[in-house]
């Protein structure tokens, strides 16, 4: 019994040093805190898009080698143009995330002639923008197979040789629809919450394994005026904006630079992860309707992609 009391205790103490510590990690200016990535391997699903792009470019100022994914080659020949002006080593593939064995052969290539990854940043996405009666089949299921099915297979495809180095970071580019239900992407939002939990659980199976040279990163943004959510828009711009990719691309590689594990973007989203813990689900949904989160998809442009 006293052994279990001063276990306790112990852990409880370990609990509010990691508090501090982050309190910490968060008033220290990120140039003070940043690892060194230069010469790293970071592979970028949905390199074409939006926010893989911007990630893409920031790495390569960084001095990282890059490897390019997208099922869209168009768009992806534009990112690696963008990119080879950095003078970095940099390739593109076109992979559909769709399809496990071409990301596992696709893997096999990266391996054999580039190299090992050292940082992997899940960042493909789609949305449909259905309601679950609504919904197509096939939508549904591509909403799975890249959103969430496609991080297991590069995670399987690249993490054993981190955890061999004890050296890697892993990223996963999740959304706000991750920790909160929004009516009319129910499809979307269960990939985004997979993703969340996936991060979640593979950074509690490295501490199991004793593995902490490997990192996990998941970040959470709202709406980014990249075109993916056309037509959206915010009830109360001034607290709650529309955000800027290039904002939320450098915020994520401020975090995989200072091992931030979970990021909400924008911060007042934090406030509102903190309510859903302690109100009831119909105090939530009274909010969600004052701000609009019931509305949202209402205006959504939907762009019919191949299903
Ligand atoms: N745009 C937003 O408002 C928003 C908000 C929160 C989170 N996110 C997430 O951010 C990430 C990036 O989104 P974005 O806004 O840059 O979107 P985007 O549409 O500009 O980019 C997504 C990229 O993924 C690629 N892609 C789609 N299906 C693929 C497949 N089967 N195989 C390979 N590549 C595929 C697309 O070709 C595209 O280049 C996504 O995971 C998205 O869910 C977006």
Redesign the pocket.
């Known amino acids: 019994m006293l052994g279990i009391l001063l276990e306790f205790l112990w852990t409880l103490l370990q609990v509010l040093w990691q508090w501090v510590w982050s309190v910490i990690m968060t008033l220290t200016p990120t140039a003070l805190l940043a690892k060194d990535v230069s010469g790293q391997l970071v592979l970028i699903?949905?390199?074409?898009?939006?926010?893989?792009s911007r990630m893409a470019l920031l790495f390569a100022e960084l001095g990282c080698r890059l490897v390019l994914?997208?099922?869209?080659a168009k768009?992806n020949a534009r990112t690696l143009a963008k990119v080879e002006k950095y003078g970095v080593k940099v390739v593109a593939h076109t992979?559909?995330?769709?399809d496990s064995k071409a990301v596992a052969e696709a893997a096999k290539k990266v391996q054999k002639e580039v190299g090992n990854v050292d940082i992997l940043v899940n960042?493909?996405?789609?949305?449909y923008g259905r309601s679950v009666v609504d919904s197509l089949d096939s939508q549904v299921e591509r909403t799975f197979?890249?959103?969430i099915e496609?991080h297991f297979w590069t995670v399987k495809a690249f993490l054993p040789a981190m955890i061999e180095r004890n050296s890697g970071h892993v990223v996963s580019?999740?959304?706000?629809?991750g920790l909160f239900g929004v009516p009319g992407m129910a499809d979307y939002c269960s990939s985004?919450f997979a993703a969340v939990g996936l991060s979640e659980s593979l950074e509690m199976e490295l501490h199991k394994a004793g593995k902490d040279g490997v990192q996990t990163t998941v970040i959470c943004?709202?709406?980014?005026d990249?075109?993916?959510?056309e037509g959206c828009s915010s009830r109360f711009p001034l607290l709650l904006s529309i955000l800027d990719?290039q904002y939320v691309a450098t915020k994520t590689v401020q975090a995989v630079l200072c091992n931030q594990n979970f990021v909400i973007l924008p911060k007042i989203l934090y406030l509102m992860f903190f309510l859903k813990a302690i109100l009831p689900v119909k105090a939530q949904i009274l909010l969600s309707d004052f701000f609009g989160a019931t509305t949202i998809m209402d205006t959504f442009v939907r762009k019919e992609k191949p299903a």
């Open positions: 699903t949905g390199a074409g898009g939006g926010l893989g994914w997208d099922v869209d768009l992979v559909d995330l769709c960042n493909a996405g789609v949305v197979q890249v959103n496609a580019i999740a959304s706000t629809a985004k943004p709202y709406l980014m990249t075109g993916m959510f990719p």
